[in-house]
């Protein structure tokens, strides 16, 4: 049983870090964010066993976590310094610009962004996630789009095409 | 989708693939592991165990063995055993006197097979190892069967059958010594000497390590810098901590065939916690930056690496550690003691502690001496408290076993996620579980 999980763990850890990080715009808060949100299924693993989709069910809390720390932010603060110091390169130049594309976006409609973009969920599966219409998702999409590309865009950036 | 939408969605799509690889780049990778292959190797190795162990049950009553004076007690939480006594089994051989502080060089044949003795009187367990369902090792001591100056001797016994059955085999030592016994096989294991049982015995010995390399059928000492105090065995490695005229102590390592042991740390720590190739050291003291507060160094292909550990400031007192994979980490931390009571905090880390996330923790009775992490389960032992254990990360806590006296239990410990043992710390007897610590049977010495 605890092969299963390490496995699972192992195989969703990265990706769900980039999510979440994508939502909170840290990524040292992200990954301790999702720490915590595998730590619970742990406690869990024999019911989300039987899941169709585990993976949702420790994304979604590992959102609900983030929002809830993000809201407290003492206590987000108080994880964040409990962290190791990271010597990692800083971010270039065009993932701070998409992260701050992404904070200044309504938090649901950053959620349906990195869900569609970097979750690769359907905008059915989106509106499954979040309960609500497909129609309402699909609203969020367009007005999200929207939003970053404004922010995103410079005439020379659109002309050459892929970042990186 | 509209068609500017599609547009749109297409120059998203790159900055997103992009952020993706980048941001994966700086993520930690977690523990990879061949856990689903190794899962079924455990699974195949129980099945010829529990195969190997039905045959030596069978066979063992006419084996000439002791058997315990076994309550077959399958003792539930709250302690209220549900069947009869049996009766105890004599052992054919009955005059055969075990051969309590047998040196090496009078020790056994020396072909591989200890020379079997029975259970000496008045045995009183201290230490334990496993190293398969069936296989294992006690370390304690026994009143002397011969007059001697000092009053008790050590005593080794062995078990073939997951610990329903226990022979005497050769015991390194004079007087009888607190200590610790690991084996890593059948045929290597170590005791840990920390000091005389009885401090006004003459002949007793301190930071001594003994070693055996043909399943305790003779035992030797094993020369290291200082006064060995801990011993760990896993992943065909043994590891010592051993502390010198330096205050602070090292850590030496050796392949568990040979005794020659190699330095890889130095620096506070006195507990030491071991899975597959890599040793977690951990305690209470101060780091290189003169910081208080717990002490956690991660070593790893041979090299140590200090790093934050588990504890909060106000619960880094003491603490323990337990590794339940490759990768993930229990830490109990505790803060300063009141009487029998003491505040207690729970982490766990998935990846080598890197990173610690707190969980649910029992409440502050007792003082924690030992915790042992199966995937599933958390189970704490210690000075007066019962064995607790949690299965849902430490959202509740129940009481696994009821403690047989004020002192409670100094150890317990899993095999794999159903064999367990827990050790009293009155030494009045030993338990075992096969459930994953639902029951436990208690098994008391003659």
């Known amino acids: 049983m605890s092969g299963s999980f390490d496995e699972f763990y192992a195989a969703h850890f990265g990706t769900l870090v980039v999510q979440v990080h994508a939502g909170i715009g840290n990524l040292a808060e992200a990954q301790d964010v999702v720490q915590e949100a595998f730590c619970r299924a742990w406690g869990r693993w024999e019911q989300l066993t039987g899941y169709d989709d585990p993976v949702a069910w420790v994304r979604?809390?590992?959102?609900?976590?983030?929002?809830?720390r993000w809201r407290r932010s003492r206590t987000a603060l108080r994880y964040v310094l409990r962290q190791r110091v990271e010597h990692a390169a800083g971010p270039g130049p065009e993932r701070v610009a998409l992260d701050a594309a992404l904070a200044r976006l309504p938090v649901k409609q950053r959620r349906a962004v990195v869900l569609f973009y970097l979750a690769d969920l359907t905008t059915m599966e989106i509106a499954e996630d979040c309960g609500v219409p497909e129609s309402t998702v699909r609203s969020w999409l367009h007005r999200a789009r929207a939003a970053l590309?404004?922010?995103?865009?410079d005439p020379e950036e659109v002309r050459r095409?892929?970042?990186g | 989708m509209d068609p500017s939408d599609e547009r749109t969605d297409a120059v998203l799509g790159d900055h997103f693939a992009a952020y993706r690889a980048r941001t994966l780049a700086h993520v930690r990778p977690p523990g990879a592991l061949a856990a689903r292959r190794g899962y079924v190797r455990q699974r195949q190795r129980r099945l010829m165990t529990a195969l190997a162990a039905f045959v030596a049950l069978v066979l063992g009553a006419a084996g000439g063995t002791y058997a315990l004076v076994d309550h077959h007690g399958w003792?539930?939480?709250?302690?209220?055993?549900?069947?009869s006594p049996a009766s105890r089994t004599p052992s054919p051989g009955t005059g055969e006197s075990p051969r309590p502080g047998a040196s090496p060089s009078d020790a056994g044949t020396g072909s591989g097979a200890p020379a079997d003795t029975g259970v000496p009187p008045g045995f009183q367990p201290q230490s334990v190892t496993f190293v398969s369902t069936s296989s294992a090792w006690l370390?304690?001591?026994a009143p002397c069967l011969s007059p001697r100056a000092w009053s008790r001797c050590p005593a080794v016994l062995r078990s073939q059958d997951g610990g329903r059955t226990w022979v005497g085999v050769p015991a390194p030592g004079d007087a009888a010594y607190l200590g610790d016994i690991r084996f890593a096989d059948t045929r290597n294991g170590w005791i840990v000497v920390r000091g005389p049982l009885v401090a006004k015995d003459p002949g007793g010995a301190s930071g001594v390590l003994y070693a055996t390399h043909d399943g305790g059928a003779t035992w030797?000492?094993?020369?290291?810098?200082?006064?060995?105090?801990?011993?760990?065995?896993?992943?065909?490695?043994?590891?010592?901590?051993a502390r010198a005229d330096a205050p602070v102590p090292s850590a030496y390592l050796a392949p568990i065939g040979g005794d020659t042991f190699t330095q890889v740390w130095s620096g506070p720590g006195s507990g030491i916690a071991v899975h597959g190739r890599n040793a977690f050291l951990y305690g209470v003291g101060r780091d290189a930056n003169e910081l208080g507060g717990d002490i956690f160094v991660v070593v790893k292909d041979g090299t140590g690496s200090e790093q934050r550990g588990p504890c909060d400031y106000g619960h880094d007192k003491s603490v323990v550690l337990a590794a339940a994979t490759d990768t993930m980490l229990v830490g109990v931390c505790g803060g300063a003691r009141s009487g029998n009571t003491q505040p207690k905090q729970l982490a766990v880390s998935f990846d080598l502690g890197v990173s610690w996330a707190p969980i649910g923790t029992p409440d502050g009775v007792g003082i924690v001496r030992s915790v042992a992490a199966?995937?599933?389960a958390t189970f704490l032992a210690g000075a007066g408290m019962p064995i607790r254990v949690t299965r849902d990360a430490g959202r509740t806590w129940t009481v696994a076993l009821a403690a047989p006296g004020p002192d409670g239990f100094g150890y317990v410990g899993f095999t794999d996620d159903t064999h367990g043992v827990a050790l009293p710390a009155n030494g009045s007897a030993l338990y075992l579980t096969t459930d994953a610590g639902r029951t436990w049977t208690a098994h008391q010495f003659p």
């Open chain 2, 374 to 376: 199966t995937g599933p």
């Open chain 1, 149 to 153: 590309l404004d922010q995103l865009s």
């Open chain 2, 220 to 241: 030797h000492t094993v020369s290291l810098p200082g006064k060995a105090t801990r011993v760990e065995a896993a992943g065909g490695r043994v590891w010592v901590l």
């Open chain 1, 60 to 68: 979604r809390v590992a959102w609900n976590v983030a929002i809830s």
């Open chain 2, 75 to 83: 003792v539930g939480p709250g302690g209220h055993p549900t069947a």
């Open chain 1, 161 to 163: 095409g892929p970042v």
């Open chain 2, 139 to 141: 370390l304690g001591s």
